[in-house]
């Protein structure tokens, strides 16, 4: 079940790691906010569970079709609110070269990322947003899902303009509106 949760982290030391992790947080349509030197981050997640070491927690999300995706957050706690941290973790296989470090060869959401695409588009794109489907002002009428095969995101789209008004399942590339 889904829950509220808000984590109060310090800044990371890493600020490569930091905005990589600012960047996975807001593809997944999560509240963050810079006061007096500490993030709060707000999402709608799973209870968080007890990572590998002591003192540390992980959080994930869902893909389209429902299952785990292979990043996750890690949040390690602090007794001092500023040196809490939290960071992305991407799972790969140990029988890639990588040997489990993750890749863009054993991980689809790096793969699809090194490709120029957002793997985590379904987590902000909601029914009634205004989108652009095939050059045509739309709005989304469905669940969003990402097909397995290409990646391209699947809904139930309401066109307007020339060929619309229209519902049509939409198994194209969906961008955002403005």
Request: with cysteine; charged share 25%.
């Amino acid at each position: 079940m889904k829950k509220n949760i808000t984590i109060i982290a310090g800044h990371d030391n890493n600020e490569e790691r930091e905005q990589l992790t600012l960047d996975w947080l807001r593809k997944h349509n999560v509240t963050i906010e810079d006061e007096r030197g500490l993030l709060i981050i707000t999402m709608q997640a799973e209870k968080p569970s007890e990572g590998p070491y002591k003192h540390q927690w992980t959080t994930g999300f869902d893909n389209a079709e429902g299952d785990q995706e292979q990043s996750y957050l890690v949040i390690d706690l602090e007794p001092d609110v500023y040196e809490t941290s939290v960071y992305v973790k991407y799972e790969g296989s140990y029988s890639c070269a990588c040997k489990g470090l993750a890749c863009v060869k054993c991980n689809d959401e790096l793969a699809a990322l090194a490709a120029g695409r957002n793997p985590y588009l379904y987590h902000t794109l909601k029914v009634g947003d205004l989108v652009h489907y095939c050059g045509q002002e739309a709005t989304i009428a469905g669940q969003v899902y990402e097909d397995p095969g290409d990646y391209r995101l699947v809904c139930l789209v309401n066109i307007k303009g020339d060929i619309g008004p229209a519902t049509v399942i939409a198994v194209a590339d969906i961008e955002p509106g403005t």
